[in-house]
Each structure stands twice: as structure tokens, then as C-alpha cells.
């Protein structure tokens, strides 16, 4: 290095200042000198002191040793680099040193060793209590988990098979929107109908009953102590008292209504109490005695408004109501001022004697129309239909089953109307809202009837209201177009069935007309069933009393015998397919027809070899028997609970010492009512039954059903059980009277002939079948792009722009912005556009204001060419995994 710098300094002269011309200069030199550019390696000498090569010791440089200045240099640098280096951390960890000492001599002193406790023994205490939290807290989770799992089990036990979870239902008196029997509710007033089994009433057992009744009766009263329980029980002489006291406040309750209730506030206390407030509402149908345990709720809220000022009640401000006479309560209608009226309502009508009409019961009352509710009032006691007698409430509390019950309608929920006959006179009317239920309301006589069903629909807000306008059956069935659509296989062989029905007047709200279905199968003893053998089908050719040449023989040779007789009185069967009797003989399982059925039967169950218990044992009756030609119900293909004795009725046992319990099914069902209910709507919609079924509707519901051509067929049956076969109101005779009203009550009325002259149109083959042109369409992957706002179209149009759509079948439908619901038809186009699609039918959907709307268009009227101009736009995104 040295030899290096003294090359530089030699060769460059330094200016006045004692620096070279340039330091830049200078240090190229220096760089470019052959000492500095031949530093190729550098070596070690076993320490962290590193050595150039050109000055470790024994280089030769131009022939010359090399000095070893350089390498004592390096070393006196490292050396001094070294000591500096130990001089600057001696200074640099003094201050820390004398930090920590001083730290140390503080951490010694009494008061910090204080701290240092209070701290161990604080963290301790919350560490303790931590761990204490944290127990507590999985405690509480899992104790958490477990009753959710518990009750998470229960739900999953009740939803799998609600009949072992201890809870009891009944049968409701509506369907769901495909018209099937399969809601059913809790049944909070069950009876085990443990008294009327058919061995106690012949005598046998009873001291065994009467002591298990007893020791019953002791272990509810034990668990029902065990429940309310919650300081242990001491006698005191004050328990009298109190019992005392309470058993007068009772009797003073009876008697004089509610406590608390306001004597000035008008009413009669007496006779308050006993009437209830059922507002139903728009979901709500009138179901009698049936209805009295849910309304139990609202009649006690009405109940406890009614207390206090009259002023806080919404009273109903229409002059034709309450401007008569000399107060609110001289006018008979003052008990609609109990409801809640809606602004702008109006009184149109009312009707006196009108009779509700419900599976079990009847009330009758007075009926009052408005503009947008149905009101009614109960004047008579509640009727049991089975007895003719008033309903009497039992020991479990169902006292409100009894009580006369004011209800409430409201009319925008209305969708159907359809004429009802009752005890063969067209004077009833079934009022079916938007939840299924439906209302049966009998009037004095067919002019009354239209009178109500015409102002219903002049004078009144039905928005939803969609049947036609005639309440003849064969016009209802004329200008529908289920037949078509059936035939086309659109609907299904159920629902043409139970649409028949409806229209031909049969309804589940009067025991007397129940809807009817066919026997479907004949085959109940195969360990399988083949659906593609036309063996395992009964003959829909035939009515089931002719199911049998050798019975029918029988019957005809007795028919021969009935010279006597005019000819229109003249009958082949005696009793009838339909009956009370044959509803309650296939529901006797399930509430409310086990009830019923008891009543039939004076109070107890028939003998059991008389029940329903084995499917194959029953059709075997209806080929065999000449008084049992009962075809099934809708039930059969719905609803499977109707095999189970799921509420374990006493139904006591046959001759054979067989106890009789669920109904023994086919060996093809596997002992399961599901799998029965599964097969046997798989027959129903099979291709034989499909092929038949208008054979069967002839003599149901068609042109074989009376006349020449009933007898043809073998389908006659007594003549009280036609529509139109006697004029009660012109019997004179009291006793003839009752005579004949007994057997239309009892013995099954014929449906309401729907065709008189031709027979029913047969279905279509597979071959002929309409194929939907959105079959393959998934809603999920249906996209619909529509503008803000329409254009092309009037000023006035009766559409806003489209928010949803659906596809069914060859239809779209849209619900519009001003919530009007649009079917649109997909139809070929002159032109350059193949395809597009014109606006069938619009109605206005029920919105907040529905009611006020002023225009309704009709759901079977076609909108105007100059209101149906909208614009939208369909994406269609097919499944990747079809191959079209």
C-alpha cells in the first residue's frame, strides 16, 4: 500500500492547499495502480484479522522482499480498532450496570416486597376466579347443549312421528291447495273414549275399569300436585277458607259474568258471559263446535277489551246501523259493533235464520254483508248433527265448545263460491277463502240464497274472488275447462276427482254429502303389486254392486219384486256408496269422527267385527254383502294416519279374540300405511285407471247416474237419495216429515248430476300428451331483465313494469310493479320473429289497498291489444348436463 501511495504522490503534484488537482483524480490512480489491481486473494491468519496477499510476509515485488510495514500496520489498526471498540461498550453498558444495581437495591426495600405480595395474592384470587368462571361457564354450556339436544331430539321424534311424543290431534276440516285431507291440529280437549268401549257397555270388566279409572285418576292428581308444587305442602285450617272463598267466587262468576266485567257499559250482565267474539278474519271458516276451542283465545280478548268505556271501542259509524230507534242496543244488528270495522265500510245486508253448517255441528244465526266482511251472530244453541241434540261440553274443560260464538269474515280472502244443496234443496251456499277453509251457510230457501250471492258480488270488495257467477252445477262444469285439461293430462286423476266433487256439490263441512272416490285395486292378498297388470284393477265399468254376477242377481230379482212400488220408487240398492255411516266406518281412527261415530252409536263404539280393520276384509264385503256397495273416500290416497290407532281408542276385540287396532293392511304394503298411500296413488294415476275413469264418472257424477241408462247400468238406488225426488216444505205430515229427513240424513245422497245426455270424454294416451314447452326449465336458472319503466304501450296501462316471473307450462307468469298478476301465451308470429308472447289473462293481486282498487279485471277475460304492450327480456339457462 505504501509502495502504492507513494506511485500516486509521485506522480501528481498538489496544489497550494496541500491537496492533489483532484481527489477523484487521485483515487483512479490509486485504483488503477498494479499493487491495488493485483489484490486477488486475501488470506487469514487463524484470527478475525484479515491480510492482503501483496503484504503477508515473503511477497516478492520487482525482484525485492516485500516490507512487512504494511502487515505491522494492519495489526497496529486492528489492535486500536480493538481497544476502541472495548472502550466504547465499557461506556455504553455502565449506565445499565449502574441502573440495574440501583434497581436492585430499590427491589430490596420493604415497601416494594409489600407490592410484590399484594400482587401474587391478587393474581392468585383472579386467577381463581377465572377458573371458577370457566367451569361455571361449561357448565352452563354444557348443560346448555344438552337441553338443546334434548329438545332438538324431541323435535325430530315429534316432526318423524308426532304419535309417540304424548300429543293428540284432530283431523281439520279444510284441505291444502291440492285438496287433500292431511292438516291436522293439536287437539287440546282429547278423550280416550275409555267408557265407551264395547265390552264395558255389555257389562264385562267393569270393576277392573272402575279401579284402573281410579288409580288414574289418583296418579294425574299426584303429578298434577308434584307440578305445582313448589314449597313443600303444610295443612292449614285456612285451606278451607280459601276453598270456600274461592268455589263462591266461581259460583258468583256463573252467575253474574266475568269479574270485573261493567255492569253500565249496556250490556245484559247474564247473558254477556255466554257469547264469545270470534273474529276469524280473512283466514278463518266457520267450523262450529270444532272452531269454539281455537277461538277460545280471542273470545277472551274481545272479552277483556270489552271492559271499561265504551267510548275506546271502535264503533261502527254506518247511520243504516245504529241511527235506529232509540239506542245502539234497541237495534237487533248492535252486536257487529264488537268488531273492528275497516274505513269506508258499509252495511249491505243481513239475512236472519241462516244456519252455519260444520262436520259436527250447526248454529244458527243471523248473517250481516258489508262491503268487505261477512258477520255472524249465533241466536240458537250449537246442534250436534249426529244426535239433533245440543252439543254438551264433557269433563275436559271444553265448555266453550257450547257457547254461543259471534265470528267475523273478511271478504278480500274470498276466492270461490259454490251453490250447496242441503237436505236436497238448493239453498246453501260454500264460501271458500284464500287459506282453503271453507264456510257452508244454509238460507231460507233458493230465493234468499241468490239474493245473498248476488249482492256478495255487486256490492261488495272480493278482489280474489275467481268462480263463475252461476250456482248450477252443470253450468260451473260446463264453462270450466278441467275436462280438457284432463284429458290432456294436465291434471292429475285426483284432482279432476276432487274438482268433480266440489262442483257436483260434495263438501267435507256436511257429513251428509262427503266427497266420493273409486275403488281402485282388487287385489289385496299378493306379496307385490304389479300397476302394469290390468288384473290387479277393479272394473270402473261397473258400479260395486255389480261387481259380483251372483249378488247382483240377487238384487235384481229383489228390484223385480218391488211390483208395488212406482216405477220411479223402485231401487236396486238400499243403501247407498256415500253415508255418514261409511265416513265414520273409514275414520273412526282419528277425531273428530271418533266423537262422531259414538254418537252414531248411542254413546259407544259398534261391535268391533263390525269396524274397519282390515282393507282386504273390506272390499271382500263390498263384492259380497247386498247392503254394501260404499265405494272409499279421499282419504284413501292422502291421508295414512286414517289405518293408525295412533290415539289408542278401545276398540275392543272381535269374536275371534282378535283385538282390533290399526287397520291390517295388503301384504304388498309391508304393514306400512305410507307405503299403502304411495301404491295406491300410483294405481290411481296408473294407465288403466287413466283409460277407465270416465266410466266411472258416468255413473257418479254423468248421464248413467239416473234415467233409462242407470238401470242399464245397474246404478239405482233409492229414490230420497236424488236431487229433486221430494219437496219437504210440502209434506204435510209430521211423521212422514221426519221420516223422510232422517233417511236423507242418514242413508247417503246422490252428487248433483254434472252431464244428463253423453258420456264422459275418455282421456288421451301417453302418445297424445300435452308436453309443456318450459318442461326442462329449472326456476332457480330463469333470469328475467325487465326496464324501469314500460314503453310502446297507452298512457293508461293497466301494467307497470314486470318484477318476477314463472314459468308453467306453456305460459309465463308476471307480476307486474302495481302488483297485477299476467299470464302471458307463447304464440308463432308472421314475420321475421318467429315466436312471441301475447298477454292472456291479468288480475290485480291483493296489496295494502286492494279493496279500493276500482278496476278488476276478470281472471277468464282477455285484456284489450291496446293494454297489453310491456316489454321484458327472458334468459334461459339450460342445464349443461342435458343433451339439448
Not at 337 to 354: D, I
Not at 430 to 452: I, P, V
Not at 495 to 505: E, R, T
Amino acid at each position: 500500500l505504501s509502495c502504492g501511495l507513494e506511485e500516486v504522490t509521485g506522480a501528481s503534484t498538489p496544489k497550494a492547499g496541500g491537496d492533489f488537482q483532484s481527489k477523484e483524480a487521485s483515487l483512479r490512480a490509486f485504483l488503477e495502480n498494479d499493487w491495488v489491481s493485483g489484490f486477488h486473494d486475501v488470506e487469514g491468519d487463524g484470527s478475525r484479522l484479515v491480510i492482503p496477499e501483496q503484504i503477508a510476509n515473503g511477497q516478492m515485488h520487482e525482484g525485492e522482499a516485500a516490507s512487512t510495514r504494511g502487515r505491522q500496520a494492519v495489526e497496529e489498526l486492528a489492535a486500536e480498532s480493538t481497544a476502541i471498540i472495548k472502550e466504547y461498550a465499557a461506556l455504553l453498558n455502565a449506565p445499565f450496570t449502574v441502573y440495574c444495581e440501583n434497581q436492585r437495591k430499590w427491589a430490596e426495600t420493604d415497601a416494594v416486597r409489600d407490592r410484590e405480595y399484594e400482587g401474587d395474592v391478587s393474581v392468585k384470587r383472579l386467577s381463581a376466579k377465572y377458573r371458577s368462571d370457566a367451569a361455571d361457564s361449561n357448565k352452563s354450556i354444557v348443560s346448555q347443549f344438552a337441553l338443546a339436544s334434548r329438545r332438538l331430539t324431541q323435535i325430530s321424534r315429534l316432526a318423524n312421528d308426532p304419535w309417540t311424543a304424548g300429543r293428540h290431534w284432530i283431523l281439520t276440516s279444510h284441505t291444502d291447495l291440492l285438496y287433500r285431507r292431511i292438516v291436522f291440529r293439536v287437539n287440546y280437549f282429547f278423550d280416550d273414549h275409555a267408557d265407551a268401549s264395547y265390552e264395558l257397555t255389555l257389562g264385562k270388566e267393569r270393576e277392573s275399569h272402575r279401579r284402573a279409572q281410579e288409580a288414574r285418576k289418583e296418579r294425574e292428581m299426584a303429578e298434577a300436585v308434584l307440578r305445582a308444587a313448589i314449597v313443600p305442602y303444610k295443612e292449614s285450617a285456612d285451606d278451607d277458607v280459601d276453598a270456600d272463598i274461592e268455589e263462591e267466587a266461581l259460583e258468583k262468576s256463573d252467575k253474574e259474568g266475568f269479574l270485573g266485567w261493567d255492569v253500565e257499559s249496556g250490556e245484559d250482565s247474564s247473558d254477556q258471559p255466554k257469547h264469545g267474539i270470534d273474529e276469524v278474519g280473512a283466514e278463518a271458516g266457520a267450523d262450529g263446535d270444532e272452531g269454539a276451542g281455537a277461538s277460545a283465545d280471542n273470545e277472551s280478548d274481545s272479552q277483556t277489551a270489552a271492559v271499561g268505556d265504551e267510548s275506546e271501542w271502535d264503533q261502527i259509524e254506518s247511520t243504516d246501523v245504529f241511527n235506529q230507534g232509540d239506542g245502539p242496543d234497541d237495534y237487533p244488528l248492535a252486536w257487529a259493533r264488537k268488531f273492528m270495522w275497516t274505513e269506508g265500510e258499509r252495511f249491505v245486508h243481513s239475512f236472519e235464520s241462516v244456519v252455519i253448517v260444520s262436520i259436527r255441528s250447526t248454529r244458527a244465526g243471523t248473517l250481516l254483508l258489508t262491503s268487505q266482511s261477512l258477520y255472524f251472530h249465533q241466536t240458537e244453541d250449537t246442534i250436534n248433527v249426529m244426535t239433533k241434540e245440543k252439543m254438551e261440553g264433557d269433563s275436559k274443560n271444553d265448555s266453550l265448545a257450547t257457547d254461543r260464538i259471534d265470528s267475523k269474515w273478511k271478504l278480500n280472502r274470498l276466492t270461490d263460491v259454490h251453490g250447496r244443496r242441503y237436505m236436497l234443496k238448493a239453498q246453501a251456499l260454500e264460501l271458500f277463502f284464500a287459506n282453503m277453509e271453507g264456510l257452508f251457510l244454509t238460507f231460507n230457501g233458493t230465493k234468499e240464497r241468490d239474493s245473498f250471492h248476488t249482492k256478495l258480488r255487486g256490492n261488495c270488495k272480493v278482489p280474489l274472488l275467481r268462480s263463475f257467477k252461476s250456482l248450477n252445477p252443470r253450468v260451473v262444469f260446463k264453462r270450466s275447462k278441467l275436462t280438457e285439461l284432463w284429458r290432456k293430462r294436465k291434471i292429475s286423476n285426483f284432482q279432476y276427482i276432487m274438482a268433480l266433487n266440489l262442483m257436483a256439490g260434495r263438501t267435507f263441512n256436511d257429513i251428509t254429502q262427503y266427497p266420493v272416490f273409486p275403488w281402485i285395486l282388487a287385489d289385496y292378498t299378493s306379496e307385490t303389486l304389479d300397476l302394469t297388470d290390468d288384473k290387479v284393477y277393479r272394473d270402473l265399468t261397473k258400479p260395486v254392486g255389480a261387481l259380483n254376477p251372483d249378488r247382483l242377481a240377487q238384487l235384481v230379482d229383489r228390484y223385480h219384486d218391488l211390483d208395488g212400488f212406482p216405477e220411479e220408487e223402485k231401487f236396486l240398492y238400499g243403501s247407498h256408496y256415500s253415508s255418514p255411516g261409511v265416513v265414520l266406518h273409514y275414520l273412526i281412527r282419528q277425531e273428530p269422527y271418533t266423537s262422531m261415530h259414538i254418537a252414531l252409536q248411542s254413546g259407544r263404539f259398534d261391535c268391533p267385527d263390525r269396524l274397519f280393520f282390515d282393507m282386504g276384509g273390506c272390499w271382500r264385503s263390498c263384492n259380497t254383502s247386498t247392503s254394501d256397495v260404499k265405494e272409499l273416500l279421499p282419504e284413501f290416497f292422502s291421508c295414512p294416519e286414517i289405518f293408525m290407532n295412533t290415539n289408542d281408542f278401545p276398540l275392543g276385540e272381535t269374536q275371534t279374540k282378535m283385538s282390533i287396532d290399526s287397520v291390517k293392511l295388503p301384504p304388498w304394503a309391508n304393514g306400512s300405511p305410507h307405503e299403502f298411500i304411495r301404491l295406491h296413488r300410483l294405481a290411481l294415476e296408473s294407465d288403466y285407471v287413466s283409460s277407465n275413469l270416465n266410466h266411472w264418472i258416468d255413473l257418479i257424477f254423468g248421464y248413467k247416474q239416473r234415467g233409462p241408462a242407470s238401470l242399464s247400468a245397474h246404478n239405482v238406488f233409492h229414490y230420497l237419495s236424488y236431487e229433486g225426488s221430494v219437496d219437504i216444505d210440502k209434506v204435510t205430515d209430521d211423521l212422514e216429515r221426519k221420516a223422510i229427513e232422517g233417511h236423507i240424513q242418514n242413508f247417503g245422497q246422490t252428487p248433483s248430476q254434472l252431464i244428463t245426455k253423453e258420456p264422459h270424454p275418455s282421456r288421451s294416451f301417453h302418445d297424445d300428451e300435452h308436453i309443456p314447452l318450459f318442461q326442462e326449465v329449472c326456476l332457480e336458472n330463469m333470469r328475467c331483465d325487465t326496464p324501469k319503466k314500460q314503453f310502446g304501450g297507452p298512457k293508461k296501462s293497466v301494467v307497470g313494469a314486470i318484477i318476477s316471473m314463472h314459468a308453467l307450462g306453456d305460459s309465463i307468469l308476471a307480476i307486474h310493479s302495481d302488483l297485477t298478476l299476467c299470464s302471458y301465451k307463447l304464440q308463432h308470429a308472421r314475420g321475421s320473429v318467429p315466436f312471441h308472447f301475447k298477454i292472456d289473462r291479468a288480475r290485480r293481486l291483493e296489496g295494502r289497498n286492494a279493496s279500493l282498487f276500482q278496476k278488476n279485471l276478470p281472471l277468464t277475460s282477455e285484456l284489450d291489444e291496446s293494454e297489453s304492450h310491456v316489454s321484458f327480456a327472458i334468459a334461459l339457462c339450460v342445464n349443461s348436463r342435458s343433451s339439448g
